[in-house]
């Protein structure tokens, strides 16, 4: 079972940048299919993107695409998510995910498809 810890958040301005990071302990981390997800104050959790357990490969929501980038480093036990020309509308908690021993074709874009979950870093966007 893999524990999952968030860090990185807090308060920028709009068009600044912030790195997320997620820390896995317990678990073989390779075995994992890693995303990010976030929950705005209201609003149900949204998926914001996902790595295949290689790392080769990433798919993002439509609203962060060409602004965030996800990566991991299976030797460092980490998946990162790096934000760039923030905006108000990101604020938001996010959240690290891991699905276990999933090597099937489909990016894991839905909530219920992870089985782990870390508790979440504020991310604050100021205008």
């Known amino acids: 079972q893999v524990q999952l810890v968030e860090s990185g958040g807090g308060l920028v301005q709009a068009g600044g940048s912030l790195r997320l990071s997620c820390a896995a302990s317990?678990?073989?981390?390779?075995?994992?299919?890693m995303g990010w997800f976030r929950q705005a104050p209201g609003k149900e959790r949204e998926f914001v993107a996902t790595i295949r357990r290689s790392g080769g490969n990433a798919y993002y929501a439509d609203s962060v695409k060409a602004r965030f980038t996800i990566s991991r480093d299976n030797a460092l036990n980490t998946v990162t998510l790096q934000m760039n020309s923030l905006k108000p509308e990101d604020t938001a908690v996010y959240y690290c995910?891991?699905?276990?021993?999933?090597?099937?074709?489909?990016?894991?874009?839905?909530?219920?498809?992870?089985?782990?979950w870390g508790q979440g870093t504020q991310v604050t966007v100021s205008s």
């Open positions: 995910a891991a699905r276990s021993y999933y090597s099937g074709a489909f990016y894991l874009t839905q909530t219920v498809q992870y089985n782990y």
């Open positions: 317990g678990g073989t981390f390779s075995n994992y299919v």
